[in-house]
């Protein structure tokens, strides 16, 4: 009996239920051994507060790339949160500017994501440069976006250093070596969890290009995300596009001023649709659909996509009620925590949630739905 080798940790959260529906808070806890990206931007914030130049002047935040061998698209998701840790730092934001940020992420072969952003003037010449590692998978797994990732319990007497080891492996091959899985012509599953898309109520076909699971949407389409739980235990699910959170455009703040909630909660053997940004809890306009368009199109030119594909990433975790146990394999998984198709905010959405309360998991599995084009 290894068991005493791996200590699970748990985060506490709020969430919001709904018939079918659920959403979920998951306020900052300690992580052992792991950076999230927010405490990566924050220091990269810090360091940027402290430059005479940027205590002057006004600082754009332009274009985060990921890795060129990948088509990930989480760029828009470091972007919007770097420009938020600006904020609270006190440096001003705006386009344009004579300062401009940009940046780079990528897989590192001996764990995590690292995570470059460049201070450049307005010809382009670098001023600084700061690179800093995230390697707390709630993040890396949706920056990286591999079609389908499944995390499996270790042995009970694996050492910790191992798991992680082990961990950072499957999601490089994840990503390198994709092996996805289509049920019902419609779902990408991880295992006994999958994700759908839908227009109109009505399921669209995935299709398998290099490795990718690809739906056809088009400029113009509003869509539903379907999650599917077939599994024996609750899940807490967090579903980013193009690396933004779908509770990026919430009216439901915490005291710090961020949106409150980071998941969706899913019955076991049940499903649910995800119908839009989230907006407030209950009311004719609580989502905002999500619409495909050009960020060409739009009148807000500060996200832009690095790539002519967007991507639907959701990420999953066991939830379970303050006064259970966590499910016996939970230890096992370690303690660690250009004319671009993209998703705008849409028409409102009606809905209406209340809140109840969970705790929430390690990643066990993601699924990554791309669109656009190749």
Same mark, same amino acid.
């Given at each position: 009996?290894?068991?005493?080798?791996?200590?699970?940790?748990?985060?506490?959260?709020?969430?919001?239920?709904?018939?079918?529906?659920?959403?979920?808070?998951?306020?900052?806890?300690?992580r052992a051994q792991a950076k999230s990206l927010r405490e990566a931007l924050d220091e990269i914030a810090a360091k940027l507060a402290e430059l005479p130049e940027v205590q002057s002047e006004a600082v754009n935040v332009g274009s985060i790339t990921g890795p060129a061998t990948l088509g990930s698209t989480g760029g828009p998701g470091i972007q919007k949160a770097l420009a938020d840790a600006l904020k609270e730092?006190?440096?001003?934001?705006?386009?344009?500017?004579?300062?401009?940020?940009?940046?780079?992420?990528?897989?590192?072969?001996?764990?995590?994501?690292?995570?470059?952003?460049?201070?450049?003037?307005?010809?382009?010449?670098? *001023? %600084?440069?700061?690179?800093?590692? $995230?390697?707390?998978? =709630?993040?890396?797994? &949706? /920056?990286?976006?591999?079609?389908?990732?499944?995390?499996?319990?270790?042995?009970?007497?694996?050492?910790?250093?191992?798991?992680?080891?082990?961990?950072?492996?499957?999601?490089?091959?994840?990503?390198?070596?994709?092996?996805?899985?289509?049920?019902?012509?419609?779902? *990408? %599953?991880?295992?006994?969890?999958? $994700?759908?898309?839908? =227009?109109?109520?009505? &399921? /669209?076909?995935?299709?398998?290009?290099?490795?990718?699971?690809?739906?056809?949407?088009?400029?113009?389409?509003?869509?539903?995300?379907?999650?599917?739980?077939?599994?024996?235990?609750?899940?807490?699910?967090?579903?980013?596009?193009?690396?933004?959170?779908?509770?990026?455009?919430?009216?439901?703040?915490?005291?710090?001023?961020?949106?409150?909630?980071?998941?969706? /909660?899913?019955?076991?053997?049940?499903?649910?649709?995800?119908?839009?940004?989230?907006?407030?809890?209950?009311?004719?306009?609580?989502?905002?659909?999500?619409?495909?368009?050009?960020?060409?199109?739009?009148?807000?030119?500060?996200?832009?996509?690095?790539?002519?594909?967007?991507?639907?990433?959701?990420?999953?975790?066991?939830?379970?009620?303050?006064?259970?146990?966590?499910?016996?394999?939970?230890?096992?998984?370690?303690?660690?925590?250009?004319?671009?198709?993209?998703?705008?905010?849409?028409?409102?959405?009606?809905?209406?949630?209340?809140?109840?309360?969970?705790?929430?998991?390690?990643?066990?599995?993601?699924?990554?739905?791309?669109?656009?084009?190749?």
């Amino acid at each position: 009996m290894c068991f005493y080798r791996h200590l699970s940790l748990t985060r506490s959260a709020l969430i919001l239920f709904l018939v079918g529906f659920g959403m979920l808070q998951m306020p900052q806890a300690a992580r052992a051994q792991a950076k999230s990206l927010r405490e990566a931007l924050d220091e990269i914030a810090a360091k940027l507060a402290e430059l005479p130049e940027v205590q002057s002047e006004a600082v754009n935040v332009g274009s985060i790339t990921g890795p060129a061998t990948l088509g990930s698209t989480g760029g828009p998701g470091i972007q919007k949160a770097l420009a938020d840790a600006l904020k609270e730092k006190g440096i001003k934001v705006k386009q344009p500017a004579n300062l401009g940020l940009t940046g780079e992420y990528n897989l590192r072969p001996e764990g995590g994501v690292e995570v470059v952003v460049k201070l450049v003037d307005k010809f382009g010449k670098a *001023l %600084a440069r700061y690179p800093r590692v $995230v390697t707390d998978y =709630v993040d890396t797994v &949706p /920056l990286i976006q591999p079609p389908v990732l499944q995390f499996k319990p270790a042995d009970p007497c694996t050492p910790l250093a191992q798991i992680k080891k082990d961990k950072d492996q499957a999601l490089i091959n994840a990503a390198y070596e994709p092996k996805p899985n289509v049920e019902q012509k419609t779902r *990408l %599953a991880a295992g006994k969890l999958s $994700v759908e898309v839908l =227009v109109g109520n009505k &399921p /669209l076909p995935i299709a398998i290009e290099s490795g990718q699971g690809f739906v056809p949407l088009q400029s113009g389409n509003e869509y539903t995300i379907k999650i599917h739980n077939d599994s024996d235990l609750e899940v807490a699910a967090k579903v980013t596009i193009d690396g933004l959170s779908i509770f990026e455009f919430t009216s439901v703040k915490g005291k710090d001023g961020k949106p409150l909630y980071e998941h969706v /909660l899913v019955p076991s053997h049940g499903a649910f649709e995800v119908r839009g940004w989230h907006n407030k809890n209950s009311g004719n306009d609580a989502n905002f659909a999500f619409l495909v368009g050009k960020y060409a199109d739009d009148k807000d030119q500060s996200l832009k996509p690095a790539d002519k594909v967007g991507a639907i990433n959701v990420t999953f975790a066991a939830a379970w009620k303050k006064d259970q146990k966590a499910p016996t394999d939970e230890a096992l998984l370690g303690a660690f925590a250009s004319g671009s198709l993209s998703t705008h905010k849409g028409p409102p959405r009606p809905g209406e949630v209340v809140e109840v309360e969970r705790n929430i998991g390690q990643v066990r599995a993601s699924v990554t739905v791309k669109y656009g084009t190749k």
